[in-house]
């Protein structure tokens, strides 16, 4: 009968415990002939029980408490006389010992795996005197270990690679498995490793747990990963034996096996002749079963007649060949164009050079298409020149423009009005010759840059431009002139000779050997006493003295008139005047005071004389606007009954009726009552407003004695009533007057005319009209019945 996994333990649990019994004699306590023990002195006391090391079998399925060993003295004669006692690792909760007779039981299931043994000790008492007769000894229990525990892949499942076309036996991974099981004793932690799922690509050793390839080129290409199942087994792989699992992926890295293969021999691509320079043409790609870095490629173009026209790279995302114009096609001249390209890896594996050449070769024809051109200029650029004094309709130069396509179509032109705001140039439409239609300033505008704009007469949406630079001639049309605004002095004390102004010119105009100016006084100034003019032949001139004792009081600013004459033809010439003022200067001939006016100050008054009178008057200003300031903001005293009581702050409420419903605002006895007329009590806490409204008026008219009742009334109760508004509050009642020709319009005096309308129905309208019903109503609860 064939065991299971769970019987075959049990088996040998059996087994293990029948060899545990039988060896139990030589645990037992052996009497030894000695002395009687004592622990007086220094006699050295032979022991009198010994024992070897005692074993339990681990994982005990009994119910009852296993037995260890047995304790015995050859001091106990069975007589009960002798007890036994145990101490240590798992003594009383693991291991007790029968104190009579010294047999010690396991109380519990033990496993090796948790510990694998204990220590502990022992001592025989004597039962009355409990006191030792047999010294402390310490003994081991060793826990027997059992086959229970299956070998485990801790760092499982596992990743591996492995490069594609590996030779038979390379080493992929290396797994191991663990037993927990006693590795000393018997098999249970001897394991052999096997392989149940990855055959035949792979292998494993059986002691080593090392995974090699088995078959020869292998192709990623074909499949790129494996999954392994390995088996790990204990008790050297034998029956019965415990195992366990774990996965193995394997994964077939890349290697340059694959050469690259264009799919198509021969690729065609038309393409428009106004395709600009750079733009892409096409693009192709050789085909590559390789990745990475393997499938990795150039392309060049090694032939055809397109090789200086088109130029190919690779695109490094893609590996596709991306073919490109390097000059402008064109049609008229060329109509299509071959080439001869080359696809190569760049990253070759001298390994499988066999495998063929890692290149390819294929033909790119590509066809240039006719389309409609605008016309092209026979110059890029065109320099002209004209005199800035050429006439209004003077030929300056002609462009020219044709057709490029086969129909060659005739040309007109035109002038961009944006390059030629002013329009100083007209242009032929047929001949292209350009015109002035202005007169030219150099000094304006040395250089035009204008577009020229040629046009198909057949299609005028075609449109050529044409640059032109028109350079303006210079001609001698500008008179010298002061350099700058000369500011001149003389000092009083000057000497005869004296240098006081170095002067130069300019000229707008630009003669081809520059400038060359002379200076000399004007025929009026020259024969003067003050001042000569030198010129020193390098453009400049220098002003001199001819006399001292320049006055300020005598004259103050002399003008001194300047010929200035140029080298042109016709030379050119101006008068500048010079203006010289006469100044006070100290010992280093600085100017000090250049006004005459200055003499005619009064000797007291003094600079800072003037400065502080100047301050004072500016002082009583202020203090004026500050005295004005203060009276307008002063404000009269309120004037105030001595007899009230004036609050610091007042609020004032208007508050508006409520509606009929509202009978807290005012009382209606007290308008109905016109008889009763009650003396007036002012507050002393507050100044009521209504005092001040007309108050005269109540005493004239009568008609106002019914409101002025209610309103005293209605001031009198607020007064002395602790929830009313606060005491500083204001009620304002506004009275609508009398005398109007129409007379009253209220319903107030309803109640004592002579109307017979019955106002009965007034009842019937519900709560809002009962107050209306009760004052006019004629029933026996009427008010006034």
Known sequence: MKLGKVEFCHFLQIIALFLCLSGMNQAELSRSRSKPYFQSGRTRTKRSWVWNQFFVLEEYMGTDPLYVGKLHSDVDKGDGSIKYILSGEGASSIFIIDENTGDIHATKRLDREEQAYYTLRAQALDRLTNKPVEPESEFVIKIQDINDNEPKFLDGPYTAGVPEMSPVGTSVVQVTATDADDPTYGNSARVVYSILQGQPYFSVEPKTGVIKTALPNMDREAKDQYLLVIQAKDMVGQNGGLSGTTSVTVTLTDVNDNPPRFPRRSYQYNV?????????????????????????????????????????????????????????????AKTSYTLRIEAANMHVDPRFLSLGPFSDMTTVKIIVEDVDEPPVFTSRLYSMVVSEAAKVGTIIGTVAAHDPDASNSP??????????????????????????????????????????????????????????????????????????????????????????????????????????????????????????????????????????????????????????????????????TLTIRVCDCDADGIAQTCNAEAYILPAGLSTGALIAILACVLTLLVLVLLIVTMRRRKKEPLIFDEERDIRENIVRYDDEGGGEEDTEAFDMAALRNLNIIRDTKTRRDVTPEIQFLSRPSFKSIPDNVIFREFIWERLKEADVDPCAPPYDSLQTYAFEGNGSVAESLSSLDSISSNSDQNYDYLSDWGPRFKRLADMYGTGPDCLYS
């Not at 490629?297 to 090789?307: F, H, N, P, S």
């Not at 596709?320 to 064109?330: A, M, S, V, W, Y």
């Open 411 to 576: 040309v007109r032109y035109s002038i961009d009005r944006n390059t030629d705001l002013e329009r100083y140039f007209n242009i032929d439409a047929n001949s292209g010759v350009i015109t002035t239609a202005k007169s030219l300033d150099r000094e304006t505008n040395a250089v035009h840059n204008i577009t020229v704009l040629a046009m198909e007469s057949q299609n005028p949406a075609q449109i050529g431009r044409g640059y032109v630079a028109i350079t303006i001639l210079d001609i001698n049309d500008n008179a010298p002139e002061f350099a700058m605004e000369y500011e001149t002095t003389v000092c009083e004390n000057a000497q005869p000779g004296q240098v006081i102004q170095k002067i130069s010119a300019i000229d707008k105009d630009d003669p081809p050997n520059g400038h060359q100016f002379y200076f000399s006084l004007t025929a009026e100034a020259a024969n003067n006493h003050n001042f000569t003019l030198q010129d020193n032949k390098d453009n400049t001139a220098t002003v001199l003295t001819r006399r001292n004792g320049f006055r300020r009081q005598e004259q103050s600013v002399f003008y001194l008139p300047i010929y200035i004459v140029d080298s042109g033809s016709p030379s050119l010439s101006s008068t500048n």
């Open 272 to 332: 428009p002749e106004s395709l600009p320079v750079a733009s892409v043409v096409a693009r192709i790609k050789a085909a590559d079963a390789d990745v990475g870095p393997n499938a990795e490629m150039e392309y060049k173009i090694v032939d055809g007649d397109g090789l200086g026209v088109f130029k190919i790279s690779v695109d490094k995302d893609t590996q596709e060949g991306i073919i490109t114009i390097q000059k402008e096609l064109d049609f008229e």
